[in-house]
């Protein structure tokens, strides 16, 4: 069986590769529904398939806790749960899995909803290029601005999306209409990564002033400039590749960002090449992380540590769920580096027939809020409370758009 799950994996991807995604997508429904593997012997193939909530408080710990690995011997993919079932229905699960998300990554959704009708609000595209290169993005501008200082949103895609989808997909332009924020989606071009992903795990994109980050750092200055918004509440956020792009850039540009938000993304510098990518999305090694503690900038301890907010299913098995909790423990190190103490609380709640979270609130000494998690229990790689109408997306989730941008505007800083 596992040679045939490849022989269908192979399958629609090449078929996604030439162009002829409807019979990828078509081919995915029928191996999901217990479909055979496909005939790969022939050039040609027609796979035409058949087609607010009460919550309990109480002081946890004073620092960050890391969600443990799947218990021994299950896949690094896999849920904690598996661990109890047989071995080979367990290996069996474990590649199914990894075939569907891994088919899932290249072929995207429809997108369904129209990001461009919000109220009177204008949906503007635009392309930025500086000596590091060129990037296309679009721009939200809500109907109520006339030239006041507003906030900036900064919102990063995820792999295989584009700014249309994710706005659709978080509903955060509903929001900056209702608020009165602008938000910006840069474009990953597909000349710097095939899949669209932000190269998050490039050591040439993750330093101050080279390659992305330079890009998206002077892109965001160049919006702040032009339309007159408050340099001190600039935010950043980003899901999967695009959360961990926003923690390169909060790790980087400390001085532009007030605060950012990290949706199923991964800390800084702890992947260098694809492999190690892999390596640090599938397991959420704290060896691999705490080797690369020095690659935090060194200036970045005499500044001011980025709030950070982050949201991550503990069902992902695209990027192990511990890696919100290292993101955390990222800063948390830095803080605890200067002498600062955190003090940790925890709430449980419940979405009214959705997904039960637990949601974790450090404090430093002087009470204010600097970082939240949301673990989301039972929710896989998608957007927390997002549309179900487009990619990527958990509608049964809490709200990670409302929470952001709630904790966004509680957070600013001095112009830069």
């Given at each position: 069986m596992t040679d045939a799950l490849h022989a269908v994996m192979a399958e629609?991807?090449?078929?996604?590769?030439?162009?002829?995604?409807?019979?990828?997508?078509?081919?995915?429904?029928?191996?999901?529904?217990?479909?055979?593997?496909?005939?790969?012997?022939?050039?040609?193939?027609?796979?035409?398939?058949?087609?607010?909530?009460?919550?309990?408080?109480?002081?946890?710990?004073?620092?960050?806790?890391?969600?443990?690995?799947?218990?021994?011997?299950?896949?690094?993919?896999?849920?904690?749960?598996?661990?109890g079932r047989s071995a080979p229905s367990s290996a069996f699960?474990?590649?199914?899995?990894?075939?569907?998300?891994?088919?899932?990554?290249?072929?995207?959704?429809?997108?369904?909803?129209?990001?461009?009708?919000?109220a009177g609000g204008q949906f503007m595209t635009g392309s930025f290029t500086n000596p590091a290169g060129t990037r296309a993005y679009k721009l939200y501008i809500p109907s109520g601005y006339h030239g006041q200082a507003l906030p900036l949103i900064v919102?990063?895609?995820?792999?295989?999306?584009?700014?249309?989808?994710?706005?659709?997909?978080?509903?955060?332009?509903?929001?900056?209409?209702?608020?009165?924020?602008?938000?910006?989606?840069?474009?990953?071009?597909?000349?710097?990564?095939?899949?669209?992903?932000?190269?998050?795990?490039k050591a040439s994109d993750q330093h101050r002033d080279h390659g992305e980050p330079s890009i998206l750092a002077d892109m965001t200055r160049h919006i702040v400039s032009t339309h007159g918004l408050?340099?001190?509440?600039?935010?950043?956020?980003?899901?999967?590749?695009?959360?961990?792009?926003?923690?390169?850039?909060?790790?980087?540009y400390p001085e532009l960002y007030a605060a950012i938000g990290v949706h199923s993304g991964l800390p800084y510098g702890v992947a260098h090449d694809i492999p190690s990518a892999f390596a640090a999305m599938q397991q959420g090694e704290t060896a691999a992380l705490l080797q690369r503690e020095s690659s935090f900038p060194a200036a970045l301890k005499a500044l001011r540590i980025v709030p950070t907010i982050v949201f991550h299913g503990d069902r992902d098995t695209t990027v192990h769920p511990g890696n919100g909790d290292r993101v955390l423990a990222q800063w948390a190190t830095v803080h605890s580096g200067a002498?600062?103490?955190?003090?940790?609380?925890?709430?449980?709640?419940?979405?009214?027939?959705g997904h039960s979270y637990t949601h974790s609130i450090y404090h430093d000494a002087s009470g204010?809020?600097?970082?939240?998690?949301?673990?989301?229990?039972?929710?896989?790689?998608?957007?927390?409370?997002?549309?179900?109408?487009?990619?990527?997306?958990?509608?049964?989730?809490?709200?990670?758009?409302?929470?952001?941008?709630?904790?966004?505007l509680k957070h600013s800083q001095g112009k830069p």
């Open positions: 629609a991807t090449r078929l996604t590769r030439s162009g002829r995604l409807d019979e990828a997508a078509a081919l995915i429904r029928r191996t999901l529904r217990g479909g055979f593997a496909p005939d790969t012997s022939s050039k040609t193939s027609d796979f035409s398939g058949h087609e607010p909530i009460d919550s309990t408080c109480r002081v946890i710990d004073d620092i960050p806790q890391l969600t443990p690995p799947p218990d021994s011997g299950a896949s690094a993919h896999g849920s904690r749960h598996d661990a699960e474990a590649t199914f899995r990894s075939l569907r998300t891994g088919l899932e990554s290249i072929i995207t959704k429809p997108s369904q909803a129209n990001p461009d009708i919000q919102m990063l895609h995820g792999c295989a999306q584009d700014p249309d989808d994710f706005a659709a997909g978080t509903r955060m332009n509903v929001l900056a209409e209702r608020e009165g924020f602008f938000v910006l989606y840069p474009e990953q071009a597909p000349q710097a990564n095939p899949s669209r992903c932000w190269n998050w795990f408050d340099a001190g509440r600039v935010y950043v956020a980003g899901h999967s590749a695009g959360g961990a792009m926003a923690m390169v850039m909060g790790v980087n002498g600062r103490k955190l003090r940790v609380t925890a709430n449980r709640g419940q979405v009214p027939h204010q809020v600097v970082m939240e998690q949301w673990l989301v229990h039972g929710a896989g790689h998608g957007w927390s409370g997002g549309s179900p109408d487009v990619s990527y997306t958990d509608p049964k989730g809490p709200s990670a758009s409302e929470e952001m941008v709630r904790f966004f």
